[in-house]
């Protein structure tokens, strides 16, 4: 029986479906597990329209969530937050750049920041973009401000936009908040020396003319690549975690009559979609509107046969059950092989994330 074997974030997935019809403490139970192995310390406020996902992430999650950022299993995108310290950059050529990351869980690693500047049409010559993190605030006519270069880019004439990299600030920020005094980023003309560009490549600030929708898809961006403390702990462990369910022996109750009838066919793969909506999650989830996250159930049968996937071990416990069905259970119908999705949820901010987890759909079965 499945509800005596060791299950993954699929079986807290059946439960919560299951607990359609089980009270409410149940039920809750059921969400902040699920929760828990989500990573979330919990479920996101209600929210009537979800905010619009910005197009670098919706084409992150169309790309099955392939993160640019090696061992990154989280992708987050940030615009700069207005200050007053806009002002002091009123050129085109020059500009202080603030994400405020505080909102990141302190168990996620930065893996790659990749800043993303548009490009203005039409500008001739060659250029450099020049990013600083701004390791502490000059104050006026007192002390200049000192800054450490993060990357140094050629512009030239072309289209699409143009990427640095912020890696190391955004490392620095979320071990020390206090200090992210932003970033500076300067456009200079090539081959002289330090002669500011009349006419940028690029957008760095917002002109005083610019509507909201104009400036909203031309400003810069930065995407922030990260591992969370699961993935950390899975991908050192180097191998795919089954976590023991706790609340197996509750489910084994509500589900026994479905369970005697096909307790006799041998141990497979079976479908379960999971959908969001009636798991009451579709106002936090923006995508997917669920998934199909299949589960395993079967008996495994003396002889044990080859496409059952047991191991040593699960052949020799169902010998033993055959002679001696009193002595020990048969060998559990289990996920051997399980793999990843990415979804696309609101964080307590209200922005977009997304992220890649781990053993949400079962691939293969086994007998173990
Ligand atoms: C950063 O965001 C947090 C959470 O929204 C907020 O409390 C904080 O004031 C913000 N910091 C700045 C400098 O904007
Ligand atoms: C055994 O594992 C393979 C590969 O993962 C899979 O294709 C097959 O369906 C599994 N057998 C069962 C009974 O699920």
Same mark, same amino acid.
């Given at each position: 029986m499945r509800g005596a074997c060791a299950c993954a974030v699929v079986c807290a997935l059946v439960a919560?479906?299951?607990?359609?019809?089980?009270? !409410? $403490?149940? $039920?809750?139970?059921? !969400? *902040?597990?699920? =929760?828990? =192995?989500?990573?979330? %310390?919990r479920r996101p406020a209600r929210r009537a329209a979800p905010p619009p996902v910005p197009r670098a992430m919706r084409l992150l999650y169309e790309a099955d969530g392939a993160i640019p950022a090696a061992a990154a299993n989280t992708a987050r995108s940030f615009h700069h937050t207005p200050?007053?310290?806009d002002e002091r950059f009123p050129g085109e050529h020059r500009f202080r750049l603030y994400f405020n990351l505080s909102g990141i869980p302190s168990d996620e690693i930065a893996r790659g920041a990749d800043l993303t500047f548009q490009r203005v049409d039409e500008?001739?010559?060659?250029? #450099? =973009?020049?990013?600083?993190?701004?390791? $502490?605030?000059? *104050? #006026?006519?007192?002390?200049?401000?000192i800054l450490r270069l993060l990357d140094s880019v050629p512009l030239r004439p072309a289209k699409g936009a143009v990427t640095a990299d912020a890696l190391s600030a955004a490392r620095r920020w979320?071990?020390?908040?206090?200090?992210?005094?932003g970033l500076l980023v300067r456009v200079l003309e090539e081959g002289e020396r330090n002669v500011d560009a009349k006419q940028p490549h690029v957008r760095v600030r917002r002109r005083v003319t610019e509507e909201d !929708? !104009?400036? +909203?898809?031309r400003q810069p961006l930065l995407l922030l690549y990260t591992e969370d403390s699961r993935a950390r702990a899975a991908r050192e462990?180097?191998? @795919? *975690?089954?976590? #023991? +369910?706790? *609340?197996? @022996?509750?489910? #084994?109750g509500h589900r026994t009559h479905h369970r005697r009838k096909e307790a006799r066919e041998v141990c497979q793969r079976r479908p379960l979609y999971v959908d969001f909506a009636e798991v009451g999650w579709s106002d936090w989830i923006v995508a997917p509107h669920g998934y199909e996250a299949y589960y395993c159930?079967?008996?495994? %049968?003396?002889?044990?046969?080859?496409?059952?996937n047991g191991t040593n071990h699960a052949i020799v416990q169902t010998l033993v059950n055959s002679v001696n069905p009193a002595?020990? %259970?048969?060998a559990c119908c289990v996920p051997t092989q399980l793999s990843s999705i990415s979804m696309l949820y609101m964080d307590e901010l209200n922005n977009v994330v997304l992220k890649n987890y781990q053993d949400m759909m079962v691939m293969g079965c086994g007998c173990r």
């Open positions: 919560l479906c299951a607990c359609a019809g089980l009270d !409410e $403490r149940t $039920r809750g139970a059921a !969400e *902040r597990q699920l =929760l828990a =192995l989500l990573g979330l %310390p200050t007053e310290l500008v001739t010559g060659a250029q #450099r =973009l020049l990013l600083y993190d701004v390791v $502490r605030p000059g *104050r #006026r006519g007192k002390t200049a401000p979320l071990s020390e908040p206090e200090h992210n005094h !929708e !104009e400036w +909203n898809t462990s180097g191998e @795919t *975690r089954l976590v #023991r +369910n706790k *609340r197996a @022996t509750q489910r #084994r159930q079967g008996d495994c %049968p003396f002889p044990l046969f080859d496409h059952l002595a020990v %259970p048969k």
